[in-house]
């Protein structure tokens, strides 16, 4: 699996700060690329952009004088102000099917900027009536459709339109909703899988599966799981 990396699910550091621990992905027998070519790719992945000396190059030095491990950098990407626009860019594209207005842009910064996981957010952006309206046709049944669709890649089958159903009819929240069928065993699955074929581009082996999976079953917040796997040893050796 993702061997060289680390040790262990998480820990807080000296400022009570969620610090997570690289579960080891599968080491990949590819030559060891630079710090270099490993920032350069961390920032491709996460910002969308080519390396720029200005802004990066600090990360670099960072790896080369051993002050950072390659998940401090990602770490601090992922949560770097860059990288929740990124973020937020990326959840309009998958959900809504556009880029994002600037109203809503400056909510959903505001909300991961505070600390709210990506899934939450995601949730909130399902329920919007916009979603609700254009893909689920403005009916509770056709919602849950059009969220299955989106986060499951099927339609919804008879005990999740009764259940789900049941509750969006007795006045339940769409977030509420959505949330449950995100966090749900499937949802996390399914999830995992997309990260793995976005970050790695590959299929997920069993190990790194289930300890993925596992976490957003916590659910760990999804920021925490792109570190993670940027900041592995095989996404290291890609260059």
Do not use: C, W
């Not at 820990?11 to 690329?33: K, V, Y």
């Not at 670099?60 to 992922?78: F, P, R």
């Not at 909703?177 to 065993?185: D, L």
């Not at 997920?204 to 599966?209: A, R």
Request: aromatic letters at 10%; zero cysteines; proline letters at 3%.
């Amino acid at each position: 699996m993702f061997s060289s990396l680390t040790r262990g699910s998480s820990t807080e550091d000296a400022r009570g700060r969620f610090r997570p621990r690289l579960e080891a992905l599968e080491d990949r027998l590819t030559p060891a690329a630079t710090n270099a070519d490993f920032v350069a790719g961390a920032v491709q992945t996460l910002l969308h952009r080519d390396f720029q000396a200005s802004t990066d190059q600090r990360y670099v030095d960072a790896l080369n004088n051993g002050s950072a491990s390659t998940l401090d950098v990602t770490s601090q990407i992922v949560m770097s102000d860059e990288g929740i626009q990124a973020q937020v860019t990326d959840l309009y594209r998958t959900v809504l099917g556009r880029d994002p207005d600037q109203g809503g842009a400056t909510f959903f910064f505001s909300l991961l900027k505070a600390g709210l996981p990506l899934q939450n957010a995601k949730a909130i952006m399902f329920a919007s009536d916009e979603f609700f309206t254009v893909f689920g046709g403005g009916t509770n049944q056709g919602f849950l459709n059009a969220l299955y669709g989106a986060q499951m890649g099927r339609m919804v089958d008879s005990v999740g339109s009764n259940v789900f159903g049941s509750q969006l009819n007795g006045g339940a929240r769409r977030d509420a909703v959505a949330i449950q069928i995100i966090n749900s065993f499937e949802g996390t699955q399914k999830e995992t899988r997309v990260l793995y074929d976005n970050l790695l581009e590959r299929d997920p082996e069993p190990l790194g599966f289930n300890f993925f999976s596992g976490l957003l079953q916590i659910p760990t917040p999804e920021q925490s799981i792109l570190a993670q796997i940027v900041g592995s040893q095989e996404f290291f050796n890609r260059g």
